[in-house]
């Protein structure tokens, strides 16, 4: 990453850790573009996330986000949020690290529980016990998560705060490579 390029920032983490709210915040700090790597999938099926799991399964959504990571979007001047499962794909994280820089947002399981609960559109979430889902699949992903980028804690924290911190993170990045 040389400072004179845009290199795309990627944030994934799990969900309802602030991926797309700190994205639009950092896209417009950076006057980069934002794109939701859910969002285009669903717009592009014409369908929403959930029905998409329901009709065609979870494999299916997962061969749609390797597309748009591998050729779905433009090179630089780019954040994208990622759906929380897109890291667990075989070689995607290295594929992710080629393409920019990968920022992965941590919360903790309560504020997850917080963020998500109203949100009907969580297909993983669509369970008797939401909180005991959200501890078991985060255990799950940790491992992969604290290997996928630099680490941010979003908790309790502003978002222009997060967004302070990505914005120094990438500069130091731009400015090392």
């Not at 950076?30 to 969002?39: A, E, G, N, R, T």
């Not at 897109?86 to 529980?113: C, H, K, W």
């Amino acid at each position: 990453m040389s400072s004179s390029s845009k290199p795309n920032i990627y944030l994934v983490g799990f969900m309802g850790t602030g991926k797309s709210t700190i994205g639009r915040q950092l896209a417009k700090q950076l006057d980069y573009q934002f794109l939701d790597s859910d969002d285009i999938i669903a717009s592009s099926v014409g369908m929403p996330i959930p029905q998409l799991f329901e009709e065609q399964g979870e494999a299916a959504f997962r061969a749609r986000e390797r597309v748009f990571i591998e050729s779905g979007h433009p090179s630089e001047s780019c954040v994208i949020s990622c759906g929380g499962g897109l890291v667990f794909q075989p070689r995607m994280t290295d594929l992710l690290n080629n393409r920019g820089l990968v920022i992965t947002l941590f919360a903790s399981p309560e504020t997850i529980y917080e963020r998500t609960r109203s949100n009907k559109n969580r297909p993983l979430l669509d369970v008797e016990d939401p909180q005991t889902e959200i501890r078991k699949l985060l255990e799950e992903r940790l491992p992969v998560y604290r290997e996928a980028g630099v680490g941010v804690l979003t908790d309790g924290r502003s978002v222009a705060d997060i967004v302070g911190h990505i914005i120094r993170i990438y500069q130091r990045q731009r400015s090392v490579e």
